[in-house]
């Protein structure tokens, strides 16, 4: 074979060998779409979407002005995936409501794969958005909706400016948001509004400074709910309503959401009034419906409450680090079953110059709660009446032990009409330059079965252990000296 044939055969063969991942994408461009940012592309867009045969519609460089919804009806348009080029595309949203909404329609059954409907493989089931920017120009603009679909997934998103970031509503299951940035809502980050959802992931994400809330449940019944690997943070207005990097908010009738994760996240903010880092609301007397979450390996700081459990059941809250609870740390009230374990409730000076936070972690009006090998160091918290590194009042059933309390402003630990508590083999001490140390363990009021045995007490202001309630045992408790 001579040298030119040679050549050409093996240019055909590479060629045919790019095939496969050539991009066959329609382009909105050939639908008439300027990306000059002044022309209104909304219609052409909406042309590019019908006309998407081979399932993905991409945006090149450019800013695409649309003026109102792109509503993507599965079951019309088919398997579709929308794309940014590698992020040049951006979507400038100046009307109300979601720059696209994707409706499918499964709308009842579950992820199980005996009840979805075959119209959902065919031509419903991930739709894939990637690589894109949303800008929010429209008080009322959102980024995303989903509605009735299957097995969503959005990677390498920005959206920015918008009222909310994405919007879950009615039923999806089976969704993926990942790498994926949500910026400066005036709203919401990620608004699961009234929805039905099971298998919900949220990874590698950045949800940051969303007036409103960085992830928030509201209304919903959800199963299987990961969040990891995110950074959540400075979602609140200092100045405007009381908000939550986290908030799942199952007080309404019919809300439950129960079997998440909250793992190796960075979740902090500025000061609220009234806010916290993660926020759990339940039912008003029944727990039940907000429960079996594990959180753990996270950082969390930098709210009014870190951690706040309201009606919550089984909760495990782990090898987490806390700073800068401004009022607390950790709340638990009129919740059971809570595993507290091996956190560092720290207070590293270069953090707390010339900021006041308070901390501490108060357990009050719940039961069965496990406080164990947790290091809670320089807590404000309280007064002389009622003030502690941790303070359980009118609770039962609740295990203290393994714990370091260091440098407490009141007291170490204090208790007050609650029953069946154990306090063992925990050590509670302070710098001989701080001497404000009221008392290490202080019981109050009715406490039958408690018992106090095995710990290391300094000896505070007012003494070591004081014990002014009935139905107390205090056991080879040790005082100690000020190092």
Known sequence: MCYSKFRHTLSTCFLLCLIPLMNFAID????????????????????????????IVEFPKGKYKISKTIEVRLADEGTLSISGNGGTGSIIMTGEGPAFRFIGSHDKGSALPSTVKEITWEKERMPLIYDLEIVGANEKADGLEFRNTMQPTLRGLLIRNARIGIHLTSRNRNIIIDGCHIYNASGIGIFLDNVNIHQFIISDSHISYCKKGGIKVSESAIRNFQITGSDIEYNCDPEGMVSSDILIDCSAEGSSVREGTISGNTIQAIYSPGGANIRFIGKPGDPNKIGLWSITGNHIGNQDINIHLNQSRGISITGNNFMRGYDRNIVIENSKNVIVSDNVIDRNEDYYHNHPAIGGVFINKAQNIVFS?????????????????????DSQRITVNNCQIRNPKFHGIQIK?????????????????????LTGISVEGECSDTVIRGNNVDKGKKGDIKNTATGVILEANRTTKRL
């Open 28 to 55: 909105v461009k050939d639908f008439g779409a300027k990306g000059d940012g002044n022309t209104d592309d909304t219609e052409a867009i909406i042309a590019a979407v019908a006309g998407a045969t081979d399932g």
């Open 417 to 437: 009409n609650s029953s069946n508590v154990m306090v063992t083999d925990c050590m509670i001490n302070e710098d001989a330059s701080s001497s404000r140390m």
């Open 373 to 393: 090998g947790n290091i809670v160091e320089g807590s404000e918290y309280g007064n002389e009446e009622e003030g502690g590194a941790l303070i359980i009042k």
